[in-house]
């Protein structure tokens, strides 16, 4: 495994819709495996192939238990309710704008062995489903937000909306 450099906004591969996965092999292992360690690294909850310069559809998401969730192939078949949030990239390092998002969301992919399967979940991480989801068809973020906030605005929010942010115990 290796520890990959992110790509950053700016860059025209994050502009770049992905192809799918054809090939269930050690390549994609390698990938899938190399992406989860650069996402403990950065110590992001999601990462899509194209913020590593891999332009295929894969990403990953960590669920609020903390288990890695392996997308290939991905497809949003299902949302409900709707929330607003800080929502931040590690393509954007250090900046956050306010995003409002499906509640709860439905997945259905391929695991690295080409396997189809379905995924549901809400709050956080369907929040990280779009949003990685986005990436691979050249999508970011920022497109669904008026600014980024600055340092104050940020404080600000987070001031006004401290349920966003408690642990869970």
Known sequence: MAIRRIVERGDPLLERVCRPVTEFNARLHTLLDDMAETLSEAGGVGLAAPQVGVLRRVCIVEDSEGELIELINPEIVSTEGEQTGLEGCLSIPGRYGIVTRPYKVRVRA???????????????????????????????????????LSDEEIERYIKEHPEQFEEDE
């Open 110 to 148: 391929q695991d690295r062995e080409g396997a189809f399967f379905e995924v549901e979940d809400e709050d956080l991480t369907a929040r990280c489903f779009c949003h990685e989801i986005e990436h691979l068809d050249g999508h970011l973020y920022t497109e669904h937000c008026d600014h980024l």
